[in-house]
């Protein structure tokens, strides 16, 4: 039995240290395959010494005039090629240059209901993008050219917001039998100019949806998310809070967060199992050693 034990742990303890060897090993290959790159670049320069030899060939073939005239234009493109292969390592380090992220301004928009309790609570950064056959673009809302209204009842609320290109509405629902808040449609209405020249005329509406789900009594939030609103349009909602109904001391609730925006919290939990078998591992190979020595002396 003991022997058996031994055995086991010895065979572990063995995969551990070369395992351990592997990665090691692993790591130096990467690191003595980096510079590799760099060792090549020097050979175009060694080339570019080379360029002397046509010069000294020039004089031998006298009588045919031809040859070296066509002798002298190789060197050149042969001196042209190194040049060409220098730019690349240049253009590998450099990052591709990401796209400018469009100035999404984040607004503040609020209805009161005939009280003048605040029924509808939302922070966002809204953009309507267009990708048809003809426009490819994005309107951005300004907050300070916009104005909220709306209306509340106890089962619905609605939200206007009217800017100078249009408007965009949503309406909440508050279900009591699936005790959630959503907003159920969405319409807009857009007349603007992509590119220059005349201006067109957008708009659409998106019914019967459950989008921004929370509980009654908290908000909705999310970074990023998109509402398709058919024909090409899009809306692009970014970094907002939404809430709708039993909104308290003119605050958001506790938060839900949109899937996209959840913690995962896998990589975490599988690095930590990792360590703990790696531990486990280390002890046990430990203890083996411990007992074979106590062994080892009392064989003595
Ligand atoms: C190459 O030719 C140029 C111009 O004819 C001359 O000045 C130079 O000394 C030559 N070099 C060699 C190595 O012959
Ligand atoms: C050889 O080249 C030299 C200098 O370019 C020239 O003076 C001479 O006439 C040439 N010889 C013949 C045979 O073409
Ligand atoms: C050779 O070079 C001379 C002068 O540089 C030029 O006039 C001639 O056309 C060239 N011949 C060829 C075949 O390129
Ligand atoms: C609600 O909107 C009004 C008008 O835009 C604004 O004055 C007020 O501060 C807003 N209230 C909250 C809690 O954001
Ligand atoms: C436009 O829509 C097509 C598919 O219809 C998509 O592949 C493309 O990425 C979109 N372009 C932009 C700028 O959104
Ligand atoms: C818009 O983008 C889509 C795909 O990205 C492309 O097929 C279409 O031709 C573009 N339209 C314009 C006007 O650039
Ligand atoms: C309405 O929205 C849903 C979900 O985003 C989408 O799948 C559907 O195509 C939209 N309908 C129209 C008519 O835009």
């Given at each position: ?83 060409t292969t220098t730019p690349h390592p240049n253009t590998t380090t450099a990052p591709p240059a990401p796209t400018p ?124 998310e998109s509402v398709y609103m058919g024909n090409g349009v899009s ?66």
């Amino acid at each position: 039995m003991r022997n058996g034990l031994i055995l086991i742990a010895a065979v572990i303890a063995a995969t551990a240290l070369t395992s351990g060897e592997y990665s090691s090993d692993f790591m130096v290959k990467l690191s003595t395959t980096t510079p590799q790159p760099n060792t090549t670049t020097p050979h175009p320069n060694t080339t570019t010494t080379t360029t002397p030899h046509p010069n000294t060939t020039t004089p031998h073939p006298n009588t045919t005039t031809h040859s070296p005239n066509t002798t002298t234009h190789s060197p050149n493109t042969t001196t042209l090629h190194p040049n060409t292969t220098t730019p690349h390592p240049n253009t590998t380090t450099a990052p591709p240059a990401p796209t400018p992220p469009t100035n999404m301004t984040k607004g503040r928009y609020n209805v009161t209901d005939k009280d003048g309790n605040i029924c509808i609570l939302a922070d966002l950064g809204i953009g309507i993008r267009v990708n048809t056959s003809e426009v490819n673009g994005t309107f951005i809302v300004q907050p300070r050219k916009t104005t909220s209204s709306g209306q509340c009842s106890e089962k619905t609320a609605d939200i206007t917001l009217i800017f100078d290109e249009g408007s965009l509405a949503l309406k909440f629902k508050n279900d009591e039998t699936k005790q959630k808040v959503y907003v159920e449609f969405v319409e807009f209405d857009l007349t603007y100019a992509f590119k220059s020249g005349a201006s067109e005329n957008y708009g659409g509406k998106n019914e019967s949806l459950e989008l921004f789900s929370a509980a009654p009594g908290h908000s909705y939030s999310c970074s990023a998310e998109s509402v398709y609103m058919g024909n090409g349009v899009s809306l692009d909602l970014t970094n907002y809070r939404l809430q709708a109904f039993n909104i308290k001391n003119k605050a958001f609730g506790t938060t839900d967060l949109c899937k996209a925006d959840k913690p995962d919290y896998r990589v975490p939990i599988a690095v930590g199992i990792i360590l703990i078998i790696l531990i486990v591992i280390v002890v046990i190979a430990y203890l083996i050693s411990r007992k074979r020595r106590s062994n080892g002396y009392q064989s003595l």
